[in-house]
């Protein structure tokens, strides 16, 4: 089992920065993949980025590339996702996820075994 708590969200203007923290506990966490996904209303959950369990292969959604970069520290057990230029086209609510996978990370929700319970972020115009 692995618990995973996200900080970080809030309201911000366009144009301006966020940075989302996800602390992992329980089963050693380099055994995962570590993923963002975000869901705005009305539509379905969405991959944003995603970081292999050592750090050294990352990938992004079209949309982010470009503006949001996702690292992990394992000593600390913590994914981050820096998000920068915001838009208001990226106001959601905002998951990390777990994946046991040691050839890369997984794209879609199924892939991922451990979900936290989400921090909104709100863009304003």
């Known amino acids: 089992q692995v618990q995973l708590v996200e900080s970080g969200g809030g309201l911000v203007q366009a144009g301006g920065s966020l940075r989302l923290s996800c602390a992992a506990s329980?089963?050693?966490?380099?055994?995962?993949?570590m993923g963002w996904f975000r869901q705005a209303p009305g539509k379905e959950r969405e991959f944003v980025a995603a970081i292999s369990w050592n750090g050294r292969s990352t990938g992004y959604a079209d949309s982010v590339k470009g503006r949001f970069t996702i690292s992990r520290d394992n000593a600390k057990k913590t994914v981050y996702l820096q998000m920068n230029s915001l838009k208001p086209e990226d106001t959601a609510v905002y998951y990390c996820a777990a994946d046991r996978n040691f050839a890369g990370w997984g794209t879609t929700v199924p892939e991922y075994d451990y979900w936290g319970q989400g921090t909104q972020v709100t863009v304003s115009s």
């Open positions: 329980g089963r050693t966490f380099t055994n995962y993949a």
